[in-house]
C-alpha cells in the first residue's frame, strides 16, 4: 500500500505599472492510493483537483483576457478508480 501526494502552487504577481500580464495564481493537488497485491496485480485510487483565481461565473474582461479575481475556485476536478490485473494462460 502507497500514497503519493503532490501540490503544486504557482503564482505571477504582476505589477501594472511595468507590464500587462494579470496577477494569477493557481494550486493543484493530486493524490494517489495504489495497493499492490504483486507486480502485476494493482489498484489505484487517485483524485485531482485544481484551483484558479478566476471570477464566478467566468467572463472575459475589457481587454478580452479571462477575468481574474482575488480568490481561488475550483474550476476542475477528477477521481479515477484502476484496476490492472495480469491474465496468465
Given at each position: 500500500m502507497?500514497?503519493?501526494f503532490i501540490?503544486?502552487?504557482s503564482s505571477v504577481l504582476a505589477n501594472s505599472i511595468f507590464?500587462?500580464?494579470q496577477t494569477t495564481k493557481t494550486?493543484?493537488?493530486d493524490f494517489?492510493?495504489?495497493y499492490?497485491?504483486?507486480p502485476s496485480t494493482a489498484v489505484y485510487v487517485g483524485y485531482n483537483s485544481n484551483l484558479e483565481n478566476i471570477e464566478n461565473p467566468p467572463h472575459n474582461d475589457i481587454n478580452?483576457?479571462?477575468?481574474r479575481g482575488g480568490r481561488l475556485i475550483n474550476d476542475g476536478?477528477?477521481?479515477f478508480v484502476k484496476v490492472s490485473y495480469l491474465f496468465r494462460f
Open positions: 502507497s500514497f503519493r501540490g503544486q502552487y507590464t500587462s500580464v494550486f493543484n493537488a494517489l492510493i495504489t499492490l497485491v504483486h478580452g483576457d479571462l477575468a476536478r477528477n477521481f
